[in-house]
Nanobody, 123 residues
């Protein structure tokens, strides 16, 4: 079935920026709604952002509003996460995911997940 492959993670200093990419194959883009979650050591996986390709509607968690931007290029089957002004508490494994319906804040509402990419924020 469909799969999501992420790239762009790495090490950045506090206040720095990173851009994550998520390439989809198979039928992963059929819902036209994609999101990002993140999980830090010892914490639950938490919602970051979501986008609907058709309407352009987006939603961001309070933790990232004003600093992160989600976007998509349907022609290339790719979704992006631009992360600016990164903070140490933003260090986590970031997961690209396809929305399947329901409460978008819950991991159970997503049907397909990427392998995750490590984002490290350190001086």
């Amino acid at each position: 079935q469909g799969q999501l492959v992420e790239s762009g993670g790495g090490l950045v200093q506090p206040g720095g920026s990173l851009r994550l990419s998520c390439a989809a194959s198979g039928r992963t883009l059929t819902s036209n709604t994609m999101g990002w979650f993140r999980q830090a050591p010892g914490k639950e996986r938490e919602f970051v952002t979501i986008i609907n390709y058709i309407s352009g509607s987006t939603y961001y968690s309070d933790a990232v509003t004003g600093r992160f931007t989600i976007s998509a290029d349907p022609a290339k089957s790719t979704v992006f996460l631009q992360m600016n002004n990164l903070k140490p508490e933003g260090a986590a494994i970031y997961y690209c995911t396809q929305y399947g319906g329901g409460n978008y804040l819950l991991t159970s509402s997503y049907a397909v997940w990427g392998q995750g990419v490590q984002v490290t924020v350190s001086s």
